[in-house]
């Protein structure tokens, strides 16, 4: 396990949740409160606000169209599940032009570029990143589920 599913492990204020398809994992979804995470440092965290960190499997056999939308969309009613959420938090990667484009699809609003500082603890190193702030309010109706993604 490497250090970083250590220091999620340890803390009450960060969860990670394996996705799986057909019993294969497919994702790791991580959620976590913005006042106990490095992003902190960045912006001003409000009541309400979650933080949402998804990192995707690499794809074996054939690509799934469709599949990241539906995956986080669905990822996105779970998060907002819990009425005490009213806002998810995204930093991903600047230069994930894919990630960026997917949160932009999906409704999140780009703040602006941010520097998440190195991290360099016993139990857990974390490089600086340059990251995109991005915020998703809390829809006043959630949208319905979504269908399975289709095998061709």
Same mark, same amino acid.
């Given at each position: $396990?490497?250090s970083?599913? =250590?220091?999620?492990?340890?803390?009450? /204020?960060?969860?990670?949740? $394996? =996705?799986?398809?057909?019993?294969?994992?497919?994702?790791?979804?991580? /959620?976590? !409160?913005?006042?106990?995470?490095?992003?902190?440092?960045?912006?001003?965290?409000? !009541?309400g606000d979650?933080?949402?960190?998804? $990192?995707?499997?690499?794809?074996?056999?054939?690509p *799934?169209?469709?599949?990241? *939308? /539906?995956?986080?969309?669905?990822?996105? *009613?779970? /998060?907002? *599940?819990?009425?005490?959420?009213?806002?998810?938090?995204a !930093?991903?990667?600047?230069?994930?032009?894919?990630?960026?484009?997917?949160l932009?699809?999906?409704?999140?609003?780009?703040?602006? !570029?941010?520097?998440?500082?190195?991290?360099?603890?016993?139990?857990?190193?974390?490089?600086?990143?340059?990251?995109?702030?991005?915020?998703l309010?809390?829809?006043?109706?959630?949208?319905?589920? =979504?269908?399975?993604?289709?095998?061709?």
């Amino acid at each position: $396990m490497n250090s970083s599913c =250590v220091d999620v492990d340890r803390r009450d /204020t960060h969860h990670a949740f $394996m =996705v799986r398809l057909n019993g294969e994992p497919v994702a790791l979804f991580q /959620t976590y !409160e913005p006042t106990e995470d490095r992003v902190s440092d960045c912006y001003a965290v409000r !009541e309400g606000d979650i933080g949402v960190h998804l $990192m995707l499997a690499p794809v074996t056999g054939r690509p *799934r169209p469709g599949f990241s *939308r /539906t995956l986080i969309g669905s990822l996105i *009613r779970f /998060t907002f *599940r819990d009425p005490a959420v009213l806002r998810a938090v995204a !930093e991903p990667d600047a230069s994930n032009a894919k990630a960026l484009a997917l949160l932009n699809r999906l409704g999140f609003v780009r703040q602006g !570029e941010i520097t998440l500082p190195e991290i360099d603890l016993p139990e857990v190193y974390l490089p600086e990143k340059r990251a995109v702030l991005a915020f998703l309010d809390r829809p006043a109706v959630l949208p319905a589920a =979504v269908a399975a993604v289709r095998h061709a």
